[in-house]
């Protein structure tokens, strides 16, 4: 079998090759003519720009996949209010030029949609209205009903995977989750905006399975979550109490988003009964595994909230941690 990843280089990408690889895949890495990429051991590089029509083609014609993962992307929520316009280019246009590309084809693409496309609420499932809330947002909609589109009137064999916040220590310095685990790891002070916004984490690791999962079944929609939220403040609660430290947060106007999605928790049901799906990692683990990565194994000492079960600190209730 072979897939062609296109954002290769980021937290998914690497997961995603990486499984793919385990299971005997030929695994092609879209990525940018000049930029500074370094792709996953084992991924063969092939000129991808999203923005483009002919480069897109050119990679999928001359890499032959069984399967396209569209992972590119403007991937950051905040900086979308900054740059509307690349976003939609690249969130957007960008999916329509690889379905597109799939036209007449029999290759399986797999597009990467989000929760934020929802714009907030409790037990999302498939089913559930959108209601974006950012440049971010818009795109992904957009894009997530192309392949709808696409799909119907086309017949390309598009699936979409609504993932739900997905972590690990492989994720950007400028996502929340790893700012907190870096700060609580030196026992620095992080800068926050809003503490009390709710969201479904869960491990990259663990979603980029469903991914897989989703295009050995025929083209269909996805959400891909924990089924458990937790607010910001229990995040830094849990992230400081694991590296032995007090808790330090800064508030800031600046760090907080023009209009927040306050909170965001999905239904997994779906995946779980049709694609067999399911989570290895709680969110203790989670957490757990993004604080340790930062402390030098020679440095790090026996935690206190040990590994095996999951939650643990989590007090019912009020929710607070440690």
Same mark, same amino acid.
């Given at each position: ?87 939609? @280019?690249? *969130? ?6 690889? /379905? &597109? #590309?799939? =036209? ?80 609580? @790891?030196? *026992? ?6 809003? /503490? &009390? #916004?709710? =969201? ?91 604080? &340790? ?30």
């Amino acid at each position: 079998m072979r897939a062609l990843i296109s954002g290769v280089s980021g937290q998914d990408g690497w997961y995603l090759s990486q499984h793919l690889k385990s299971l005997g895949y030929r695994v092609f890495g879209g990525y940018r003519r000049g930029s500074n990429t370094i792709l996953p051991d084992g991924v063969e590089p092939v000129p991808m720009e999203m923005t483009e029509y002919e480069s897109v083609r050119k990679a999928i014609k001359d890499t032959k996949p069984d399967e396209v993962y569209n992972l590119a992307a403007q991937s950051h929520v905040g900086e979308s209010f900054n740059c509307p316009l690349y976003t939609g @280019s690249v *969130n957007h246009a960008g999916v329509v030029r690889i /379905l &597109e #590309a799939l =036209r007449g084809t029999r290759t399986r693409l797999y597009q990467a949609s989000t929760s934020e496309m929802f714009g907030g609420g409790r037990g999302l499932s498939e089913k559930s209205p959108f209601l974006p809330k950012s440049p971010y947002a818009i795109a992904k909609v957009a894009a997530h009903n192309a392949c709808t589109v696409y799909r119907v009137a086309y017949g390309v064999r598009a699936s979409t995977g609504i993932l739900f916040n997905h972590e690990s220590p492989r994720r950007g310095k400028d996502f929340v989750t790893r700012k907190v685990c870096i700060a609580a @790891s030196k *026992n620095e002070p992080v800068k926050l905006g809003n /503490l &009390e #916004a709710v =969201r479904d984490w869960g491990h990259a690791k663990d979603y980029v399975k469903a991914m897989h999962l989703m295009l050995q079944h025929d083209p269909d929609d996805f959400v891909v979550a924990t089924g458990q939220s937790y607010s910001v403040q229990e995040l830094v609660n849990l992230a400081y109490g694991i590296a032995c430290n007090e808790v330090q947060v800064e508030k800031v106007e600046s760090e907080e988003r023009p209009w927040d999605v306050e909170e965001l928790e999905g239904d997994p049901t779906k995946a779980r009964e049709v694609l067999g799906w399911e989570p290895e990692y709680d969110f203790y683990a989670l957490i757990k595994e993004m604080v &340790e990565s930062e402390i030098p194994p020679s440095l790090r000492r026996d935690l206190p909230y040990g590994a095996g079960s999951k939650h643990q600190g989590v007090v019912g209730g009020g929710r607070s941690l440690f």
